[in-house]
Each structure stands twice: as C-alpha cells, then as structure tokens.
C-alpha cells in the first residue's frame, strides 16, 4: 500500500510549539498547491493532532495519493 506525498519537507528543530514546522515546500506538489508556505506549522490533518513528525506520519497513513485532506496549521508572519 502507498502512502499519501503531502511535499513539504520538516524542520530538523521543531521547537516547543506543538506541530509540524514546514522548512520547505516542493513544487510543484499538494501543499503548495494548498497554500502551505515555508514556516508554517502543521498542527492537525483530518482532525488528528500532528504533535510532531510521528504524528504527522501516522495522520498520513493509509491516506492514498490523490487524497484531499484538512490541513490545519498556524502561520507566523515575519517582517524584515
């Protein structure tokens, strides 16, 4: 059984903040084409809490390519 390609690459160094830290997003892919950007933290798919990179593992799995999922995350806007 294959797994479910979001395209996002998580940060090594997630730090305190529950969820996914997005440190890049692979075009083209489903997440950029959801609108996920570099920075952003995955903090549920479908509902199920993404803690960390297992979770967010385990909320893709048994998900089929071509599957549309519920992205919940938490955007941080930096200004230079």
Known sequence: ASS???????????????GVL??????PGPAAAG?????DCIVAIDGVPT???????QALAGKGPGTKLKVELQRTTFVD
Do not use: T
């Open 4 to 18: 479910g390609f979001l395209g996002i690459r998580a940060a090594q160094d997630q730090g305190a903040a529950p």
């Open 22 to 27: 997005v440190d890049m997003v692979v075009e």
């Open 35 to 39: 609108g996920v950007q570099k920075g």
């Open 51 to 57: 803690k960390n990179l297992e979770g967010l593992r």
